[in-house]
């Protein structure tokens, strides 16, 4: 069966189209006009790729050699070869390429590190930034929102951007020793799966407040529906995008508190001689807070299945990558070992 290169490039374009976030979208977009781009300089295509041209990409993305200007991160080169093999694997199922040249069989990818760069917050620390805004403005009382659902539930910044008013639902579940759930939260994640989280007291506490504040100008706005988001966008974005709260707001939503409260210097990010390490040494970003959450979980004694279930991942060796105390000393089995009847 052969494809002509106009159904190739329909197949491209739903490949590019087809997860619900941006960011995502532009991920793939990306990718594959640079992987398309290496091909062309060889007279190939997507279509008569080889073993031989995936497995020259990725020494090329690993070594900074042309057409990359410098080596990049083995996470990042298996991210973008994860994409290359999906896309390949579409192109067989299409009758478009006879085999797969980018199976992880055939193109191994780089081994990532078992350590994660990035490191969870103090329970201290997490406890100054929640308490921060000020929760009697509309803003305020947004931003608390913000940070509550990052560090209780653990949610990806897309994922607090598509809550909407009605995915806060009323349960009647308890918890494993008896206590009462009496709100959820409906979550849509990766891959468009929707998965539903218990909706911690606190949390829906600080929501209702948000929500009271806020009331009159969603009236105003017709953005208090069912089907508005739930997090929206205050000031001059509300009025250029209403109801619209993006995920680089949510980025700086955390920026702003994590200045306000010195844990990182708004003029320098680099460490300083003689600066203090809890200015300094901590790269806080949204994501931080879903690293501190399950390293928090796993401290707790929570098994790595029960926090599968909070963070949505489907393999729980993925979980355990974000476990920022996997490594360390004070939490080393041999500190509580011993042979004693």
């Not at 197949?11 to 062309?40: D, N, Q």
């Not at 955390?254 to 809890?278: M, Q």
Request: charged share 30%.
């Amino acid at each position: 069966m052969t494809v002509k290169p106009s159904e190739i490039e329909t197949l491209r374009r739903a490949y590019e189209g087809r997860s619900e976030s941006a960011r995502t979208r532009t991920l793939v977009k990306s990718v594959l006009a640079a992987y398309e781009h290496y091909l062309g300089g060889m007279d190939e295509s997507f279509a008569t790729a080889t073993v031989e041209h995936v497995q020259k990409w990725r020494d090329a993305m690993l070594e900074g050699r042309r057409p990359f200007t410098r080596k990049l991160a083995p996470a990042t080169v298996a991210l973008r070869l994860s994409v290359i093999r999906t896309f390949h694997q579409l192109l067989v199922e299409r009758g478009a390429c006879p085999t797969n040249p980018a199976t992880t069989g055939l193109v191994v990818p780089p081994e990532l590190p078992e350590q994660h760069r990035t490191v969870a917050l103090s329970t201290k620390q997490i406890r100054t930034l929640l308490a921060a805004p000020n929760r009697d403005t509309v803003r305020g009382a947004r931003d608390a929102c913000v940070l509550y659902l990052l560090a209780y539930l653990g949610l990806r910044r897309a994922e607090i951007c598509s809550l909407r008013i009605r995915d806060i639902v009323h349960l009647n579940a308890r918890s494993s020793d008896g206590a009462a759930i009496p709100w959820g939260v409906r979550v849509k994640v990766k891959g468009g799966r929707e998965r539903l989280l218990p909706l911690p007291g606190q949390c829906k506490q600080i929501i209702d407040r948000y929500l009271a504040l806020d009331a009159d100008d969603r009236k105003t706005l017709r953005a208090n529906l069912a089907d508005s988001p739930l997090i929206q966008a205050t000031g001059y974005d509300r009025m250029q995008h209403p109801g619209k709260l993006s995920s680089e707001t949510i980025r700086l939503i955390v920026k702003r508190y994590a200045e306000y409260c010195g844990f990182i210097d708004p003029k320098s990010r680099k460490k300083k001689k003689g600066a203090s390490p809890e200015k300094t040494a901590i790269r806080i970003s949204p994501h931080v807070f879903r690293h501190t959450a399950i390293t928090r979980a796993l401290d707790k004694g929570i098994s790595y299945r029960d926090i599968q279930a909070m963070t949505g991942h489907r393999n729980i060796a993925t979980v355990q990558r974000y476990d920022s105390n996997k490594f360390s000393l004070e939490h080393n089995a041999v500190n509580r070992l011993d042979y004693d009847d």
